[in-house]
Nanobody, 122 residues
């Protein structure tokens, strides 16, 4: 069992930056692919980024490439999402998730955090 707790969301102006953090409980954090997803009202939860167990592989949805960076610190059981050059369309609830598999689709993620709100004001 893994429990995930996100933090770092908030209100930021267009072009600003935020860093989200997600701390995992348990001693097997390094055995999970970690992902970030986001959701807006009335829409499905959408993939944002993922990072492999040893940070060797990262993957991003096209709309955030070059602006967002996912990273992890296995010693701290924490995954991060650095978000730069934020746009109004980045406004969403952001969730971190853990997958014991490759984590290519959201259906592969077994554990989810409660979410943190990110609002980009125009």
């Amino acid at each position: 069992q893994v429990q995930l707790v996100e933090s770092g969301g908030g209100l930021v102006p267009v072009g600003g930056s935020l860093r989200l953090s997600c701390v995992a409980s348990g001693r097997t954090f390094s055995s999970y692919t970690m992902g970030w997803f986001r959701q807006t009202p009335g829409k499905e939860r959408a993939f944002v980024a993922r990072i492999s167990r040893n940070s060797g592989v990262t993957d991003y949805t096209a709309s955030v490439k070059g602006r967002f960076t996912i990273s992890r610190d296995n010693a701290k059981n924490t995954v991060y999402l650095q978000m730069n050059s934020l746009k109004p369309e980045d406004t969403a609830i952001y969730y971190c998730a853990a997958s014991p598999r490759l984590g290519i689709t959201r259906y592969e993620y077994d554990y989810w955090g409660q979410g943190t709100q990110v609002t980009v004001s125009s």
